[in-house]
């Protein structure tokens, strides 16, 4: 193994490789020079520690007025800073005012700085992210969109990660066996079209598609869109990480520039600094107390001021990643010494001494205008718990349990699990073992089930290496698989029966109805990895670690002391095992199959052109009541495994979501056979006799994940538009890029004149126009009918995609026009 002692020799790569793809996962890789970024599973992990560290030294040193690699793995993919602070500088001298870091990092990835429009809530920007990342279940559909587009190879470093697809069931290592046995064939599709299309591929068991972007692939000043709703988590880093649905990927990977509504910025100013048993995720649980599931809605929220520097990094990306539930674009915090700490701990020294040049990119200016400020002291913060059923009911835990006991929430705790993408650094776990060690040295331990979900392959080793996994277990608990898990509803869980009223605590993010285990009555709050433990050790609700005492097996009362940990591990980060496939330099002799019988993959099948006329006599497939997230939409869970088959995934169209008409879910009737059935039955029986349709809905229609199956699935079975009182943002992009009409009421009291039974039309669709409203008449079952306007945010290009029946279908368009 050796470097190149000149930087021009080796264009910054620091190791050379050349290697040979095969689909045998056994000889994957059999590379002829060894490259430390994915053959390094051959040697000691101490060995490979070592290469490696010593490996990015060589590089800072000759290669220090060269380029720099954006990742190890991605070698001939530089930092963008020259580039970017080109753009800034045309930018700011239009500007001509102080900018927020929000607008800086966003606006020098503008594919047209001197001509783009800039106006905030208003102009549409087109930009050129830097990287994709993508998700095993949203991948799926990503990349069947891709490979349907006939492009070659993506245009801008991009990978596939396995979280999604892991039950938990027994612990890790059996569920992830389990996992791999169950999904060969979804596995064996993107691993192979990864390495067809130039994706890198980050096996089952390498860990969450956060965690694992956050240790490798963040940077201050990125620019990356990823299929989840929490790719912000990269925000921890000072990148601007967004997530989208998969069609928006495939812009990216296609290098079209990718279409964004240029944010306002909401300003979290944060003074004084936290202690004892207040943590990062207090702060985005009285954020999101304050701004409500739809408050961030169309804004990037930005922290600054004095109390970020209390804040470590992997807080911050904790911070950024909740920020999807209230809605928001994407959070940020500025660049700063806790960041380059953390580059530094995970071999990326040269990144971050990059970073320390372009500061005037990497934080806000003095006086920089935000649209709205909220201001927090983290010495006056108090840890909080909020939920049930959604994650803005903020309690301050000295307050919860009279709140449950008034509500008549369950206040045992029958579960608690920590973990996630949200909370799973090495300083969430090690706080939790020092919880863990005062319960033991007192005799007592978890009164429930406990669960803990390592984020990465490196945070498994780590806490294993350094006793942490060991004393959680003996607190009583069960080290889960490097997954999602829990978080989206991937738990067998036995424990109690559907329907069985009951409350776990988890430190994850989201608390919607049945979301971890398919149970509506299991009542979900979510909290700090630090509380949970607390509730989990009291089994109780209604206990405040602050003051409370607890009893010991000698009988005797204690009081827990603050939780503590190290930031970073003291010993250096370890690898663990190399879970990474990166994509070969010749694919012509990787071949990708779809078997048609498959009942997992489906390839798909263009969407048909808008005829050109209007909309009209519409049936009403449902009118939903009251909150509608796209797990109503399209449950996560069991239907995970439908992903990659847009046919039998729409199935679960609308299981969760309340009919207006009868107060049910899952049932509406046909309005024309008049029989009551399941939505998704229904909506197949209009579609197969040819009957347009559409749905009426609440306020923030289709918040939540990013899944495009919630506008996918619509589409296929027959829908036509989705007319509501206002969308979560990527849910109405999610819906414009498969040709529907996402439309919201001008009045939203026009909701309530709308009766299931009634008749739908949509009129002067051939004039439809950026900003002009759309005519619809409502007709009613004794003949009269009634007019209302409905407002839509597509402009020209949007309108273009809903003509030619998808975006994909409009970029074929425009390729074969070339």
């Known amino acids: 193994v050796g470097a190149s002692s000149s930087g021009a020799e080796s264009n910054n790569k620091c190791i050379e490789s050349k290697s040979t793809y095969k689909e045998n996962e056994s000889t994957m890789h059999k590379p002829t020079q060894f490259n430390i970024g994915r053959d390094a599973q051959n040697l000691p992990k101490i060995v490979r520690g070592v290469i490696q560290a010593r490996c990015f030294h060589l590089s800072a040193v000759s290669c220090a007025s060269q380029k720099v690699a954006m990742s190890h793995l991605d070698q001939e993919a530089y930092l963008p800073y020259p580039k970017l602070l080109e753009k800034y500088e045309i930018v700011k001298k239009r500007l001509n005012r102080p900018m927020t870091l929000s607008e800086k990092v966003l606006y020098s990835h503008l594919d047209d700085p001197v001509g783009q429009d800039i106006e905030r809530g208003v102009s549409y920007l087109r930009l050129r992210p830097d990287r994709v990342a993508m998700q095993d279940a949203t991948a799926q559909m990503a990349m069947l969109q891709f490979i349907s587009s006939g492009l070659p190879r993506v245009a801008v470093p991009s990978t596939i990660h396995c979280d999604h697809l892991i039950q938990a069931q027994i612990d890790g290592p059996k569920d992830l066996q389990r996992a791999k046995e169950l999904n060969k064939e979804v596995y064996n599709f993107l691993a192979t079209s990864g390495a067809k299309y130039g994706v890198g591929f980050w096996k089952p068991g390498s860990g969450i598609i956060h965690q694992i972007i956050l240790e490798n692939y963040a940077f201050p000043g990125l620019l990356m869109i990823g299929t989840d709703s929490h790719t912000p988590n990269g925000g921890g880093l000072g990148g601007l990480c967004i997530g989208v649905g998969g069609a928006d990927a495939v812009d990216v990977m296609a290098n079209i520039p990718w279409e964004l509504k240029c944010p306002q910025v909401i300003g979290v100013k944060l003074t004084g600094k936290m202690s004892g048993w207040t943590s990062p995720k207090d702060i985005i649980l009285k954020v999101a107390g304050i701004l409500t599931v739809k408050g961030g809605t169309g804004a990037i929220v930005e922290y600054h001021g004095p ?41 990326r020294e040269m990144i971050a001494n990059s970073a320390d040049e372009y500061t005037q990119l990497l934080t806000p200016d003095q006086g920089a205008p935000y649209d709205r400020l909220i201001e927090i002291n983290l010495s006056e913060l108090e840890p909080h718990v909020n939920g049930p059923f959604t994650p803005d009911l903020a309690h301050p835990v000295d307050k919860l349990g009279e709140a449950a006991k008034k509500n008549g929430w369950p206040v045992n705790v029958s579960a608690g699990l920590i973990g996630s993408c949200t909370n799973s650094s090495y300083e969430d776990m090690g706080r939790c073992a020092s919880i863990a060690k005062q319960a033991l040295n007192h005799g007592v331990k978890a009164k429930s089930i406990f669960h803990i979900t390592p984020g990465s392959e490196q945070i498994r080793a780590t806490i294993e290496r350094d006793g942490i996994a060991q004393t959680l277990r003996q607190f009583g608990g069960t080290v889960l698989a490097n997954a999602c898990g829990p978080c989206i509803g991937q738990w067998d869980r036995q424990d109690v029966k559907k329907g069985e009223k009951n409350t776990i605590v988890t430190s994850y993010n989201r608390n919607f109805t049945g979301r971890n285990d398919a149970n509506p009555a299991t009542h979900c709050f979510v909290t700090s990895p630090e509380i949970v433990m607390a509730l989990t050790l009291a089994g109780r609700l209604d206990f405040d670690p602050r003051t409370d005492s607890l009893t010991g097996s000698d009988g005797k009362e204690f009081k827990l002391k603050d939780p503590f940990a190290d930031e970073l591990p003291t010993r250096g980060f370890d690898p663990g095992e190399d879970t990474y496939q990166a994509p070969p330099d010749d694919s012509s002799k990787v071949s990708v199959d779809v078997d048609p019988s498959s009942q997992r993959l489906q390839l798909l099948t263009p969407f048909d052109k808008w005829n050109g006329k209007d909309l009209e006599q519409m049936t009403i497939l449902i009118k939903v009541k009251g909150k509608c997230t796209t797990d109503h939409i399209s449950a996560a869970g069991p239907w995970l495994r439908f992903r990659g088959h847009l046919d039998n995934i729409s199935n679960n169209l609308f299981l969760t979501a ?157 390729a074969a026009a070339k």
Request: hydrophobic share 35%; charged share 25%; with cysteine.
């Open 658 to 814: 309340v009919n207006a008409e009868n107060g049910e879910m899952n049932k509406v009737q046909n309005k024309k056979t008049k029989e009551w059935a399941p939505v998704p039955d229904t909506a197949r029986a209009y579609k197969a006799d040819g009957i347009q349709w559409c749905v009426i809905g609440d306020d923030n229609y289709g918040e939540g994940s990013s899944r495009e199956h919630a506008a996918l699935e619509p589409r296929h079975l027959g829908g036509r538009a989705i007319i509501v009182k206002s969308f979560a943002r990527i849910h109405e992009t999610n819906l414009k890029k498969q040709g529907m009409l996402p439309l919201t009421f001008a009045d939203p009291s026009d909701y309530d004149k709308i009766s299931p039974e009634d008749k739908i039309s949509l009129i002067g669709l051939k004039d439809l126009a950026p900003g002009k409203a759309v005519e619809c008449k409502v007709h009613k079952p004794d003949g009269k009918a009634i007019s209302i306007q409905l407002n839509h945010s597509m402009n020209e290009q949007q309108i273009e995609w809903f003509r030619a029946g998808s975006a994909l279908n409009r970029m074929k368009e425009v």
């Open 307 to 347: 109390g970020v520097d209390s804040i470590s990094c992997t807080g911050m990306a904790t911070i950024c990643n909740m920020g999807a539930e209230i809605g928001a674009t994407t959070s940020v915090f500025p660049y700063n010494k806790r960041m380059k700490d953390y580059l530094i701990a995970t071999q």
